[in-house]
């Protein structure tokens, strides 16, 4: 920790204060003994005055900024959500062959409880993905995340990402996914590693996807259950969402 020379200027005149109020007490009252007495209860006093500041308060104060930052990071991924994730959701699920068996495990409904995301994400987080590849599909993906490039590099520029650490690989995930089919120009005539490898960056960036989305749905309905409705409404795994009340 880098000390500034007004710190020890202030620490000096400080120490010099005391030592020149106590000398002025003694000079008046001639009481050394009553002196030594506050003086050493002061100093006793000492370590519990650290417990209290330096751990009690600050561990407090500094949970609190860290919530703070945390609602101000999970606005930033909302807006990731509606811009690109939501986008990117209704892709990925075209490429799972399995989508169909699965999906009922990804509706989310207003009785679910945290148990219920941790036991959702936790299934599709040790799932194997079977990826049936399509040239159209990995075409429109490639235009889509194409598009929505400018948008993810001003993500990567927010300082607050560096503090979740799983939103932050799956930016990474999904920059790397849109490279690769950058690079290449024709999709539908990809050889077979070709296609293994791809299909391989799609598992990765789906499963960290899903799990993403179920962490911030979660969210919303702890914090903001209007938005919560809406996303249920619009669940882009779901396909028999309706945004209109039934």
Known sequence: MK????????????????????????????????????????????PVEVLIVTIIIHEVLTSREKKERMNKLNMVIGVFFNEVGRGLLKFFSGFDKEIKNVSARLIVRDSWTAGDYAKAAGFFRKRNVPVEMDGEKLQDMKEFLKSNREFLLRLLENPNL?????????????????????????????????????????????????????????????????????????????????????
């Open 3 to 46: 000390i500034h020379k007004w710190q020890v200027k202030l620490g000096v005149l400080l120490v010099i204060l005391t030592v020149a109020l106590y000398v002025i007490h003694y000079l008046i009252f001639r009481d050394a003994h009553h002196i030594f007495i506050y003086l050493l209860g002061d100093i006793a006093f000492i």
């Open 162 to 246: 560096l503090e979740h650490e799983s939103f932050t690989n799956l930016l990474w995930a999904v920059f790397h996914l849109a490279d690769e089919l950058a690079h290449r120009k024709n999709l539908s005539h990809l050889s077979i590693k070709d296609y293994e490898h791809i299909s391989n960056d799609i598992k990765r960036a789906y499963s960290v996807l899903v799990c993403e989305w179920l962490f911030y749905m979660r969210h919303l309905q702890k914090n903001y259950p209007y938005l919560f409705s809406l996303q249920v409404r619009t669940n882009p795994l779901d396909a028999e969402a309706a945004v209109e009340f039934r």
